[in-house]
């Protein structure tokens, strides 16, 4: 697995040289070549930043969702806001721009709390010692169990009643089609739509 320190840096860089690049370069071979680093860089960032909220609290991932939609929203007016309403340049808004991703090293380094995934997993593997059983060998007559004369002598009527659950599991197993599952997804999705969207 690749280290998420070096995802980082590496999306830094993609995103910084693409910006240079469309800033600087005048063919348009070029400006097309720095914009497709740009978007490799947005994708590896989200991707990563993704894989982290595994590695925190419930509320990462509502952040992560609320941040990745809020930042398109938020660059295209700040990109506006500099360009129509400034008067900055095209070329100098996008050297401003190539500066921002240094943000997510910071983020990553400092703002976010130490991760499970930033540790050396393969440092705290200790292999079994000794002989395991091997579970895909039949039962033999000595591992059966036959009850004894006390454990006959016990009322069922002491015993769970399971056949509730079993009917439950069998129910929740059933496929629902049409309406029916439409509207339950629906209902499903209806508490993340003002959060997250």
């Not at 659950?165 to 496929?175: C, H, Y």
Request: net charge negative; glycine share 8%; aromatic share 12%.
């Amino acid at each position: 697995m690749v280290p998420y320190w070096f995802r980082i840096y590496l999306l830094i860089l993609l995103s910084f040289t693409g910006m240079i690049s469309i800033a600087f370069c005048e063919g348009l071979p070029q400006r097309l070549f720095g914009i497709a680093l740009a978007s490799a860089s947005s994708g590896l960032g989200e991707i990563s930043f993704l894989q982290l909220t595994h590695f925190y609290d419930s509320w990462s991932l509502g952040g992560f969702s609320s941040g990745t939609g809020a930042a398109g929203l938020v660059g295209s007016f700040v990109f506006m806001m500099l360009t129509s309403w400034m008067g900055i340049t095209t070329k100098t808004s996008l050297i401003m721009f190539s500066l921002v991703p240094i943000l997510f090293a910071v983020v990553y380094k400092w703002v976010l709390p130490s991760s499970e995934g930033s540790r050396d997993h393969s440092r705290d593997y200790t292999p079994v010692q000794g002989n395991l059983p091997d579970y895909d060998e039949p039962l033999t007559s000595s591992h059966n169990h036959s009850p004894t004369a006390h454990q006959s002598a016990v009322d069922v009527s002491e015993q769970p009643d399971f056949s509730a659950a079993a009917d439950e599991e069998s129910a929740i197993d059933k496929p629902v089609h049409g309406s029916i599952d439409v509207a339950r997804t629906l209902q499903r999705l209806r508490p993340l739509v003002v959060p997250f969207m």
